[in-house]
């Protein structure tokens, strides 16, 4: 069996587009732990963490991750915050991970076009380009510690897919 390709990064980076065309070009399964979680609770992670706050969301998001590492082989877009809980960054190392790279200015400028984007919670509370500075402040060592490769979030879904393949040694 094919170790599992996660992909990791920030709200908007890109995950879940890559995800998919990844999946269909090296005839794989996708998932999206985002969408797992969705489809388990039947409601969003905003209204989630709303009623039952943030470290229970992390505890889900860490059984969804278990869960996905049962089953390996698959393309999986991983939640932006993943990382940050130790137990998920020893499941991550199990596979390949592919850590998506944007600047803030960039991240923000997707997040303020895509609607279903910001219907996630915020974190800080802050301006969303300060927030997501904020937060890749905190989280970009970690991503870059599970990485085995680090892509440009700022390509064309192409150039993306092209670099992905290309770190994954398969073009």
Not at 59 to 77: H, K, N
Not at 85 to 113: F, I, K, S, W
Request: glycine share 10%; net charge neutral; aromatic share 6%.
């Amino acid at each position: 069996m094919e170790p599992t390709i996660y992909l990791v990064g920030p709200r908007a980076s890109g995950k879940t587009s890559l995800g998919l065309a990844l999946a269909q070009r090296l005839d794989r399964g996708f998932a999206d732990t985002d969408a797992l979680f969705l489809q388990k609770w039947g409601r969003s992670i905003a209204d989630f963490v709303a009623e039952r706050g943030w470290e229970a969301f992390r505890d889900e998001e860490t059984r969804i991750l278990e869960a996905v590492d049962r089953a390996p082989g698959r393309v999986v877009a991983c939640g932006g915050g993943i990382v940050l809980r130790p137990r998920n960054r020893e499941l991550l190392a199990r596979g390949r991970v592919l850590y998506l790279r944007g600047d803030a200015v960039l991240l923000a400028g997707r997040l303020a076009r895509d609607p279903a984007e910001a219907q996630r919670p915020s974190l800080t509370g802050r301006p969303l380009t300060e927030e997501v500075a904020e937060v890749l402040a905190q989280r970009a060592p970690l991503y870059e510690s599970v990485a085995h490769a680090i892509l440009d979030a700022a390509l064309a879904p192409e150039g993306l897919l092209r670099q992905a393949v290309t770190a994954l040694g398969l073009g």
